[in-house]
């Protein structure tokens, strides 16, 4: 039992239980950041922001937080202060056929342009920070390379210190009649560097020097997947044991175990996203491993799903589930936020973005009701408020 020494002490220890329940409701807020198109008959203007509620799931109204041209993918600076937009263009700012800007995250949600790069290539896709937060790194899909960014302390980026140019084609004339470097990330240890090029049907491994800025094959310069299969974006398994890339072409889903030491993948699956007999368009987005590592989620346009597996903590290997409709067209990237109770999955071609809650023993996905209407929606990230 708690005694007071007098009454007159109550009313501050409310206000310190009070002001100590604020502080944990804050810390289960989020803004969210969606990057989107904004070309063609969209109604967007470039990035967008709203808040999002771990506790309940909840989305609020998007603003414009910056205007820029086709911000198609963003990241976060590890410090929160920063995030960074590829300019998905053929031509843009800079000397380049593409650009990636620089942004200071503002107290109250909006964005402040820092500066801008030339990509060094056309149409860039992706893009993702370093550990250390002194590197951006960059995947051109039109110009089929890499490209590293240094940051400077204050957020901004430097001229490019490292473009790698990708070489190759593959089996599909239409498509991979080149390289198109689809996709970038990085290990959590920050050794090893992934790019999946959907034109070379290779994940490019590179090792990572993150003082000097550069990219270097690593002792395993690549993996490789099925002809034609166009490996688009790439997630790797808290474990470290094991990674994932979507094949954008072939609906397929290739497994790899990974080792740790030297970043090296062997493919040991393959395995559908949607069930047989689908006649439409068929063509994957995103591929996210969630937190707990218990599951693997991909997205899948035309069919207009989000296919969840479970993962064999041993093994490694993927166990269907469920496709679970994202109540819109063209599902592209989708994002799980932090706590791992929650995805959010835009669809680009109905400007809207879905919640869905994740049964943490299933890992299926249920929708809860709340969406948002935002133009050309195609990649979120969140920074805790």
């Known amino acids: 039992m708690v005694h007071f020494a007098s009454s007159a002490a109550r009313p501050l220890f409310f206000l310190a239980v009070l002001a100590f329940a604020t502080v944990v409701a804050r810390a289960e807020k989020h803004r969210v950041y969606i990057g989107t198109y904004t070309n063609g008959d969209s109604i967007s203007k470039g990035v967008y922001s709203c808040e999002f509620d771990s506790e309940t799931g909840k989305l609020t109204e998007p603003k414009l937080a910056a205007e820029l041209i086709n911000p198609s993918f963003l990241a ?66 039109g110009g089929g390379n890499v490209a590293v960014y240094p940051i400077d302390k204050d957020g901004s980026l430097k001229p490019v210190s490292c473009n790698i140019q990708h070489e190759g084609s593959s089996i599909d004339k239409g498509r991979q009649e080149g390289p198109h470097a689809h996709s970038i990330n990085v290990s959590s240890d920050n050794r090893f560097v992934y790019a999946a090029d959907l034109g070379i049907d290779r994940i490019m491994i590179y090792n990572l020097d993150a003082e000097q800025h550069m990219l270097t094959p690593a002792k395993q310069p690549a993996a490789f997947v099925t002809p034609g299969g166009g490996p688009r974006h790439f997630a790797i398994h808290p474990s ?146």
């Not at 600076?77 to 800007?101: C, D, I, K, M, W």
């Not at 942004?103 to 500066?115: F, R, S, V, Y």
């Not at 994957?284 to 346009?301: D, I, K, M, W």
């Open 76 to 141: 976060v600076h590890p410090s929160g202060q920063f995030l960074y937009a590829v300019n998905e263009v053929s031509e843009g700012p800079g000397r380049g056929n593409g650009a990636v800007t620089a942004l200071k995250i503002n107290a109250d949600g909006t964005l402040t342009k820092m500066n801008h790069q030339a990509s060094e290539g056309g149409a860039p896709c992706h893009c993702n920070v370093d550990a250390t937060g002194t590197n951006l790194l960059i995947a051109n899909y």
């Open 240 to 385: 470290g044991k094991f990674a994932y890339t979507n094949n954008e072409m072939t609906m397929v889903v290739t497994g790899f175990s990974r080792n740790p030491e030297d970043g090296s993948l062997h493919a040991i699956q393959e395995i559908s996203t949607i069930p047989g007999g689908f006649e439409g368009r068929k063509s994957t987005a995103e591929c996210l491993v969630h937190p707990s590592g218990q599951f693997l989620y991909v997205s899948n346009r035309g069919h207009e799903t989000i296919t969840a597996y479970t993962i064999d903590q041993e093994s490694g290997l993927l166990t269907y589930v469920e496709n679970e409709p994202t109540g819109g067209k063209e599902p592209r990237n989708f994002f799980i936020d932090p706590s791992g109770k929650w995805l959010l999955a835009e669809n680009q071609n109905s400007d809207s973005v879905y919640v869905f809650a994740i049964d943490q023993k299933t890992g299926e996905l249920a929708p809860t009701g709340d969406s948002i209407v935002v133009g050309r929606p195609v990649c979120i990230r969140m920074v805790k408020m």
